[in-house]
C-alpha cells in the first residue's frame, strides 16, 4: 500500500538532506541485513530504504515506510547526487566543487582577516597530491596554496623527486587562514574536510602525502604523534566522499614533515627525503641525477 509522507515530516527531511549538501555532505550509507533480517517489511510488505545518513542505525517499520515515500518522492536520487557527479571530466568537476564551497562562511574562519579561499593548485587528474595544514600570509594573498617560503621548499621537494608542481596537486585541510597562522581547530577541520575529501575522490590519486601532524591526523582521523605516522603506508579512501569512478581503488597514503617544520628545523629533511624516496618507489619514480637541495 502506498504510504503517504507527513508534510511537515517530509519538508524536515528535505531540509536535513539540504542541510548535508550545504555542508558538502553528500554520501549517506547503506546499513546492510543482518544474518537471517528479511529485507522486506512485515507490515508494509516493502523492502526497507537502503540508506541512512546514520550509521548502523536500526530502521523500524514506520522509518522503513516513510523512507519508500521519499525514495518514490526523488528525494533519495537529491540525497545521492553531488554536483560533480554530472560530470566526467575531473577539470568540470573541481569547478562544480569549488562552485559549491561558494563565499564559504561554514566555519568561523571566514570572519577571523581571511582575503580569499585557497581552494587548491595543480593537476586535476595528478597521481600524487600534497595536503597541508591551511593557508599562510602568502597564500591568502595570492589565493594558492604553498606559495611562500614553505611552498619554495615543497617546490624543491617536488623538483628532487624528479616531477614539477604542476605534475601534482596540492590542497590543505582548512582553506582559509587561521589568525596568526595558528593551528587550524577541530571544528574548523571538521566543517572544512568534506571539501578536501570530495577534491581527493575527485582527482583519484595513486599516493596522497599528508605534510605535517595537522594534515594526518585529519585525514587518517588518527591522534598518533607524527613520529608514529611516517615510514608507513596506509590505506586511505576519502571519508564521506565516495569516488564516482567504482574502479577507483583508494590511494596509499604517507606522511611527511611539513616544510614550514623544516624551515625551522632543517635537520629533518634527511627523514624527509626518506619518507619522499618511499612515495618515488611505490610510483616508480627514478630521481633525477642531481636531486634539489
Ligand atoms: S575554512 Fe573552509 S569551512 Fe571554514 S570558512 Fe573557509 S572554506 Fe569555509
Not at 596554496?145 to 596540492?170: C, H, T
Not at 581503488?249 to 634527511?270: E, S, W
Amino acid at each position: 500500500m502506498p504510504y503517504s509522507l507527513d508534510p511537515e515530516l517530509r519538508r524536515a527531511l528535505v531540509e536535513r538532506v539540504r542541510y548535508s549538501h550545504e555542508m558538502g555532505i553528500y554520501d549517506f550509507y547503506r546499513r546492510e541485513p543482518r544474518l537471517g533480517e528479511s529485507t522486506e517489511n512485515a507490515s508494509t510488505g516493502v523492502a526497507p530504504f537502503p540508506f541512512s545518513t546514520e550509521l548502523r542505525e536500526e530502521m523500524p517499520a514506520r522509518k522503513s515506510a516513510v523512507a519508500l515515500a521519499i525514495a518514490e518522492d526523488n528525494i533519495l536520487e537529491i540525497a545521492l547526487s553531488r554536483p560533480e557527479d554530472r560530470v566526467a571530466d575531473p577539470v568540470e568537476a573541481l569547478k562544480l566543487i569549488r562552485e559549491d564551497l561558494g563565499d564559504c562562511t561554514r566555519c568561523k574562519l571566514h570572519k577571523q582577516g581571511r582575503k580569499q579561499i585557497v581552494f587548491g593548485v595543480g593537476n586535476p587528474r595528478a597521481e600524487l597530491m600534497f595536503v597541508g595544514e591551511g593557508p599562510g600570509a602568502d597564500e591568502d594573498a595570492q589565493g594558492e596554496p604553498f606559495v611562500g617560503r614553505a611552498g619554495q621548499l615543497l617546490n624543491n621537494m617536488i623538483k628532487a623527486m624528479g616531477l614539477r608542481r604542476e605534475d601534482v596537486y596540492i590542497a590543505n585541510v582548512v582553506k582559509c587562514r587561521p589568525p596568526g597562522n595558528r593551528t587550524p581547530e577541530p571544528d574548523e577541520c571538521e566543517t572544512c574536510s568534506p571539501f578536501l575529501m570530495r577534491q581527493i575522490a575527485t582527482i583519484k590519486p595513486k599516493v596522497v602525502v599528508a605534510l605535517g601532524a595537522t594534515a594526518a591526523k585529519n585525514l587518517l582521523a588518527m591522534n598518533s604523534s607524527l613520529g608514529d605516522l611516517r615510514g608507513r603506508w596506509f590505506d586511505f579512501k576519502p571519508s564521506g566522499a565516495q569516488s564516482s569512478d567504482a574502479t577507483w581503488p583508494g590511494a596509499r597514503l604517507a606522511v611527511t614533515y611539513h616544510p614550514a617544520y623544516l624551515l625551522r628545523d632543517p635537520r629533518q629533511k634527511g627523514e624527509t627525503w626518506k619518507d619522499l624516496q618511499m612515495v618515488m618507489k611505490y610510483l616508480g619514480i627514478e630521481p633525477p641525477k642531481k636531486a634539489a637541495e
